[in-house]
């Protein structure tokens, strides 16, 4: 029975470090904050893993890994930034930008629970990996300013609801004897974060952005292609009517 619920104490313990990035953004302790964010995505990579070694999958823990993600990736993010960023905006607009980050995170969680996705794949950014982003760019806010902090997580809000496939690593195999060096993982990964909080969040910043940044140029091909199809179209109609 421990055995069957010890995905579920990652789950959980993606939940609390997400609720502690919350209160350190209060804090102003934002290198923490967005470190809190960063263990919370190794623990949410984590449990999926440990759940099919351990093959202690279930519907129960499918939807705890979702509310835990609306609020570790979702909500703790979309509230860094909005303290350590948006000063001087007008309230209303940082007031709907903020909401709009886990607005649209809860529905890529949901469409991802009731759709059936490509082998392989992700439809749509991954909430953790927008949330690290937003996490981590938030540690730029002394150089980038609020305007363009804004612009970028009105990007990241619509690439976790578009259709961009994004690689999925998730299913990469997790052996059984490992489950065991999990906490020793995690253990040592918080030590390094905690000793060395601003140099660990800025680099987790660059894979993230390149990853999010990968279904933006996809998007935009897409678009290119889809352009130059129905040019060719309207071409063609109009040699069919010469």
């Known amino acids: ?10 789950t959980l313990c993606n939940l609390c470090l997400g609720m502690v990035g919350i209160m350190l953004a209060f804090d102003n302790k934002f290198n923490l904050a967005a470190i809190m964010i960063i263990i919370a995505m ?8 440990m759940a099919r070694a351990l093959n202690a999958q ?7 890994d979702s509310l835990s993600d609306v609020i570790s990736f979702g909500i703790a993010p ?43 794949y992700f439809i749509g950014l991954p909430i ?18 609020a305007p363009y902090m804004i612009i970028a997580m009105l990007i990241l809000s619509y ?23 999990a906490p020793v993982v995690i253990i040592a990964g918080v030590a390094v974060a ?17 990853y999010a940044a990968y279904g933006l140029k996809q998007n935009v091909e897409r678009l290119f292609r889809k352009r130059h199809s129905d040019e060719g179209t309207d071409q063609k109609v109009y040699n069919d009517h010469s």
């Open 42 to 49: 190794l623990c949410d990579g984590l449990d999926g893993r």
């Open 1 to 10: 029975m421990f055995t069957k619920s010890i995905p579920n104490m990652f």
């Open 159 to 181: 690439l976790m609801v578009s259709t961009v496939k994004y690689p999925n690593f998730k299913k990469v195999g997790f052996p059984k004897k490992a489950v065991m060096y």
């Open 78 to 120: 979309a509230l860094i930034m909005y303290v350590s960023s948006f000063h001087g905006m007008h309230q209303g607009l940082i007031w709907t930008v903020t909401v709009i980050f886990p607005i649209c995170g809860a529905l890529r969680l949901a469409r991802f629970n009731v759709q059936s996705g490509i082998p392989g």
């Open 128 to 145: 953790p990996a927008a949330g690290g982003v937003l996490a981590t760019l938030s540690l730029f806010h002394k150089e980038i300013s």
């Open 194 to 210: 905690v000793i060395f909080p601003d140099q660990v969040s800025k680099l987790i910043f660059v894979p993230l952005v390149l």
């Open 58 to 64: 279930s519907e129960f823990g499918k939807e705890l």
